[in-house]
Every structure is written in C-alpha cells, then in structure tokens.
C-alpha cells in the first residue's frame, strides 16, 4: 500500500479515546475498493456487490468506533483500517450471508414483530417449501379443471375452528381492517368509543386507517367511560357500522365502563346495523389450558353477534403473516368483490403456511408440541432454570473469562399486543464485562455468528431463555473480540 501518499497514514485510531480523530482514520470507500480489487476473493464478483461489501464493512467500523467512543487501538494507521475492511469484505464474500437472515431472540418477546413474530410449526414449514419448489392448485379447482378460488384452500378450515359462516384472508390485518370498512362503510360513518382508538406497533392507528378505508369515524364516549346510550344517541342515517377494537397493547384501568360485545351486537340488531371487531391477536384455542390468562376467542365473538371478526395469522394463531376475515357470508361476499381485494391478497407460500397451521389447531391433540408459539408460552420455570444453566456454560465457553455471566429471575412477555399487562415469569443470563458497557456487549452479541438480539437493564445484557428455544445457538461466533 503507498502510505506516503496519505497524510493521514501515521494517525493513530482511538488512542486517546478521541472519537473525531479515530473517525478520521477511516477512509472513503472508493480507496477501500481500490486495494480490495487486487484480493483473490473478489476476483469472480459482480463490482457492485464488491462495492456493497465493502461499504458495509466501513460502515462497521465506523459504528464500532462510535460506541466505544474512539477508545479503541486494533488499526493503528490509516493503511491498517483499510486492511482490516478489506479482510471484512472478503470474509462476507466468503459467507455470502442473506440480509435477512436467522437469529437469536433473547428478548423474552415471545411474538416478537421486529423478529418475524411466531415461529411456524414444521408442518407449515414443510408445506412452504412443497409450494415453493412446485406448481399448485392456487386457483385452479382439481374437480372441475376450471378456475378455483384461492379462499377454498382455508375458507373451510377457518370456519370449522371459528363458526363463522364464511372467511377470506388478505395479507395482513391491518389491510384486513381496511378492506372491511372500505367495503361496508365507504362514505359512511363508523361509530367506535373513544377508548379503542389505539396505535400499535409502526404508527398504526384506527383512525388513520378509517380514514383511507374511506369510511367516515364517528367517536363515542370518552377514553375511559363508554356507555349504550352513546352508541345509541350517535346512530343517524348517515350511520354504516359499529366497530370494537381490542386494546392490543395498553389497558385503562380504574374508574372504566365499557359496552360488552353482545350488547352492542342487540344494539346493531335493534338498528340493522352490523357490528365488526378487529380482535388483533387472533385465539383459536383457551389459553387458560396452558396456564395463561384467557384472550377473546374468535369462535367466541362470532358466537357473541360480530357479523365480522379480523384476526391475525401470525400472532397467537402461530402461523404466516395474514389478516383472517370470518363471519356472516353475505357480508364476506361483499368483501370478496371489493377490488383491493386484489392488491391485499396472500400468495401462495402463506396459504400454504396457514393451511397447515389451520390444520394443526383442527387436528392435533397437543398444540404445544406443533406449535413453536404456544410451546414457549407454556415452558414451566423449571425447565427454564435448567436450560439457563446449560446456556450459560456454552456461552462462557465462548465469551471467555473477561465476562461475568449470572443466571437470574426475569420476566418475558407475550409481545405483538397479547396480554400486553400480563408478566411470564422466566430466567435469563445476565451479560457484564469490567470495560465494556452493555450498549457494547449488545453491539457485540449483534455481530455475532449467529446475531443474538438480547435486551439491556440496569447497566448488563440480559438474555431471556423463555425465547431460546435452542440453548446451543449461543455457541456464538465471535466477529472481534473485545480489546
């Protein structure tokens, strides 16, 4: 390399813990490139992913400075950063590792929705991949040779394990909502209390999406008190549905008043009005079985009077991205019909993935053992203790002495808005290290091989086993070891 010709090439990286002047030792990515055109490993690339490697290994390192704050010595000089991203992009080159790639959750989010949410069971693992090597029935109906609807793939499964008289699936259940309101309200008021206008998770909000639906909001009651007469004094001509929404991931608590499912249903009746609900986290089965607390089942609201219930796939159901439709089939004919119906559908890997799922909650005897979801849900205390001991001993094995790892209580969460004020008791590995903060180990277990995604508390890392499924995952493969 021709360090003369760089007045930088004698600066010291991160000596004085300066982090300006560590920054200024690393160099633009077109320098990097040009040294790295000369390595065998890049010899048969693509120069564009030569060019995307090679920033991102830049890219690291800039951040890796910037949380230690500069207080780092590995590259001494400018010629010695520009080697070390090179050895990066090569590496990367070698691995060839996807974007999205597999993970470890040591969150305690069970349905984690930056994570993918629920794990599928292997029959739908199974039936993803038969669908994606092979041409399928998607529209096509086996009896008659002629065109099929993709709907009756699940249609009959949803309303075995639902009541509902008839369902369709879109791609999510916020289109789910969207497509229900856009359909049977457009230009029309919906009159929903004021206490289940929510936002979840990514700024979705009802409102927000009322409006695209087209359908007018008309707000009732107040954020904690709605009472019969609001719903009654609100209807008027003008008047299309009338709408519940689970609260997903808050709760009001004390002086509260709300209108029962079933008593809004008589007041829909009284008026022919239909009454919708969006119940998010989709139960299909009685969580108390498995020592939770219940959630609202959809078979139960369908029974209760919602003329539709929206639900999703991927949450307590335990299967693929999807918002379910049931209900009265007049009305999901309707929805059928609609043109966005179209631009929402599923494909066919989903309806593979959620057939099987559907299949699952319809024919096994033990949905814990099928379903990855339920499975952690349910892991005793117990069992947790003994997977924590196991994980720790492998994860120091690899860590190293300059760590301090401590099995200790925690408490895990259902996540995606289920149960949001319901704690599960479980036990993590607590992470420390004498030099390095938490925000570091973090950074570090994120680079791992694989990544492993824990959470920081009270100045460590902590790594909840009721989300570690495979304790043997945190045989981890270091990128750089800490200084």
Known sequence: MQS???????????????????????????????????????????????????????????REVIEWNGNRNHWATRDEVIIEVVRRAAAAAVEDEPSLRRVVNATGVVIHTNLGRSRLAESAIAAMAEAARSPVNLEYDLTSGQRGERDNLVEEQICALTGAEAATVVNNNAAAVLIVLNTLAMGREVIVSRGELVEIGGAFRIPDVMTRSGARLREVGTTNRTHPGDYTSAINPDTALLMKVHPSNYRIVGFTSDVGLEEL????????????????????????????????????RIAAGAAIVTFSGDKLLGGPQAGLIAGRRDLIELIRRNPLRRALRCDKLTLAALEATLRVHLRSDDLA????????????VEELSRRAEGAREILASHLGPAFTIEVVMSEAEIGSGALPAVPLESRALRVTNPVMGAGAIAAMLRRARPPVIGRIKDGAVYLDMRTIEEPERLAIKLQQHPA
């Not at 813990?17 to 055109?37: K, M, N, T, W, Y």
């Not at 065998?40 to 995307?52: C, E, I, Q, S, V």
């Not at 009454?275 to 089965?285: H, P």
């Not at 053992?369 to 005793?380: D, F, I, K, Q, W």
């Open 265 to 300: 249903a008589a007041i829909g009746k009284a008026h022919g009005l239909p009454v919708i609900e969006d119940l998010g986290s989709g139960a299909l089965f009685d969580l108390s079985a498995y020592g939770l607390p219940r959630e609202p089942m959809v078979a139960e």
């Open 4 to 62: 003369g010709k760089r007045k930088a090439g004698a600066a010291r990286a991160g000596e004085s813990g300066d982090r300006p002047q560590a920054l200024s030792v690393i160099p633009p990515v077109g320098e990097c490139l040009a040294v790295a055109a000369n390595e065998p490993a890049f010899a048969k690339l693509n120069h564009k992913w030569m060019r995307t490697l090679v920033r991102r290994a830049v890219d690291d390192l800039r």
């Open 369 to 380: 053992e099928e379903l990855p979801t339920l499975r952690m849900l349910s892991l005793t």
